[in-house]
């Protein structure tokens, strides 16, 4: 079972560039995430989705969009790179959308924004 | 305050050592409460939900204080392969669904 892929592991851009980050689980879960995680920051909650074609923000949404057109993905977009963005950023599902549902994380994606 | 706070560590221990790690949390409305564990430069995984009556799981125990709202994981018989971060997770009691809040994480390691 693949669990959670993201893509790129990986990227660098400039400032203004825009992309995005891939997400798809293979699990069937209904809830998906997106986290980054910066140096004494602890993981914080970008956008969230509960089923297919439901998105919401999380605790630091600006700069960030997502769509969920499908159960399976839930790709990131960075409208327009800045240097804060830079971090690692960690997609994650569950079943559920219950409170004691626990995350399955992807391996992460290191970016750099210079 | 914050609303998830850990000691960052590092705890340094010797293998066979027991260590127990604390953690609190400022929202009395969280509902269901974690330990992940993060290896360097990887993704966080889940160690262990946390029940209100506590709950082991081998080597591991955790417990919650829901008066004082803490959290609590102890580890007993340290081996070198338990060396990570661990993260104290809560759900944000204010919404009725899967919204965690993560704290930094305490660092443990273990020594030969």
């Known amino acids: 079972n693949a669990g959670v892929t993201q893509t790129p592991k990986f990227q660098v851009l400039k400032t203004g560039q825009s992309m995005t980050l891939q997400c798809a689980q293979d699990?069937?879960?209904?809830?998906m995430s997106w986290y980054r995680q910066d140096p004494g920051m602890g993981l914080r909650l970008i956008h969230y989705s509960v089923g297919a074609g439901i998105t919401d923000q999380g605790e630091v949404p600006n700069g960030y969009n997502v769509s969920r057109s499908t159960t399976e993905d839930f790709p990131l977009r960075l409208l327009s790179a800045a240097p804060s963005q830079t971090s690692v950023y960690f997609c994650a599902s569950s079943p559920d959308s219950s409170y004691n549902s626990p995350l399955h994380f992807g391996n992460g994606t290191r970016l750099t924004v210079t | 305050r914050k609303e998830v706070e850990q000691d960052p560590g590092p705890f340094n221990v010797p293998e066979g050592a027991t260590v127990a790690f604390n953690c609190t949390y400022s929202n009395s409305a969280s509902q269901s409460f974690f330990w992940y564990r993060q290896d360097c430069r990887k993704e966080p995984k889940l160690l262990m939900s946390v029940y209100s009556s506590g709950n082991e799981d081998g080597r591991f125990t955790a417990q919650l204080n829901r008066a004082s709202q803490y959290i609590s994981l102890l580890i007993r018989d340290s081996k070198l392969s338990d060396s990570a971060t661990y993260l104290c997770?809560?759900?944000?009691?204010?919404?009725?669904?899967?919204?965690?809040?993560f704290g930094t994480g305490t660092r443990l390691l273990v020594s030969p």
């Open positions: 699990m069937n879960h209904e809830y």
């Open positions: 997770v809560v759900n944000d009691g204010n919404t009725g669904f899967q919204k965690l809040v």
